[in-house]
């Protein structure tokens, strides 16, 4: 069955440095997502990203944020000067248009920032 | 503004036994789904089952069903004849935004007593 998948799974980095996470969404899946999960928190929307562009973020993706589709396969999540409180789950998640909005989420990339 | 309540934090089932976790969302549509998400210990973000809200039959996936009220926009999930696979956080997730971003709501977290 086809899968989302993220690398890394465990991301350790300094405060101030930049990560990038990666996704791979399913391959005839048009719509993308990045969510992020504090510890114990619920799951918050960061950003939606179709057709080669942002479709809508929330006010927790400011300009520290960034994502972009560089090769038609991989999705990512820029993370530029990470701060103490970007240590969290970050999951991908995507889904074919239309229909059901059923989203198929990645097993998520965790996040640690010293 | 759109939102999702999940009011118990913390639920308990004895094995074999059947719970009830509760949902309630807000919205001004009229059209949409519900979903509800499973979050093991590996944090992975799985989907138990979704709800059609045009859809008067409550849907089922095995020992899964939901209540579905929308007049009361209500959405509970029942897990019959619970197992010990069965103890997770348990999110319930609506497609609130423009682009089908989810609203989750804070989660249950659900034991399951040999």
């Known amino acids: 069955e086809p899968e989302v998948t993220q690398t890394p799974s465990h991301q350790v980095t300094q405060m101030g440095q930049e990560v990038i996470l990666r996704c791979v969404p399913i391959?005839?899946?048009?719509?993308f997502y990045w969510y992020r999960q504090i510890l114990g928190q619920k799951v918050e929307f960061l950003v939606s990203?179709?057709?080669?562009?942002?479709?809508?973020k929330s006010e927790i993706f400011d300009d520290q944020f960034s994502v972009e589709r560089p090769d038609g396969s991989n999705f990512t999540l820029k993370i530029r000067s990470t701060k103490l409180e970007d240590s969290a789950m970050y999951f991908c998640?995507?889904?074919?248009?239309?229909?059901?909005?059923?989203?198929?989420f990645g097993p998520g990339t965790r996040l640690t920032v010293l | 503004a759109q939102t999702v309540t999940q009011s118990q934090p913390e639920m308990s089932v004895q094995e074999a036994e059947t719970v009830t976790l509760s949902c309630t969302y807000d919205?001004?549509?009229?059209?949409?789904?519900l979903f509800w998400y499973k979050q093991p210990p590996s944090r992975q973000m799985i989907l138990v089952i979704r709800?059609?809200?045009?859809?008067?039959q409550n849907a089922t996936e095995n020992r899964f069903s939901v209540n579905f009220q929308k007049a009361a926009k209500s959405f509970s999930l029942k897990i019959s004849d619970s197992q010990l696979g069965d103890a997770a956080m348990y999110f319930c997730?609506?497609?609130?935004?423009?682009?089908?971003?989810?609203?989750f709501g804070k989660g249950t977290k659900l034991s399951v007593k040999p």
């Open positions: 919205t001004s549509e009229s059209d949409y789904y």
């Open positions: 709800q059609e809200a045009y859809k008067q």
């Open positions: 990203f179709y057709n080669n562009e942002i479709s809508e």
């Open positions: 998640a995507t889904r074919l248009a239309g229909g059901s909005n059923e989203q198929f």
């Open positions: 391959s005839n899946h048009l719509y």
């Open positions: 997730a609506y497609p609130g935004g423009s682009q089908g971003n989810l609203i």
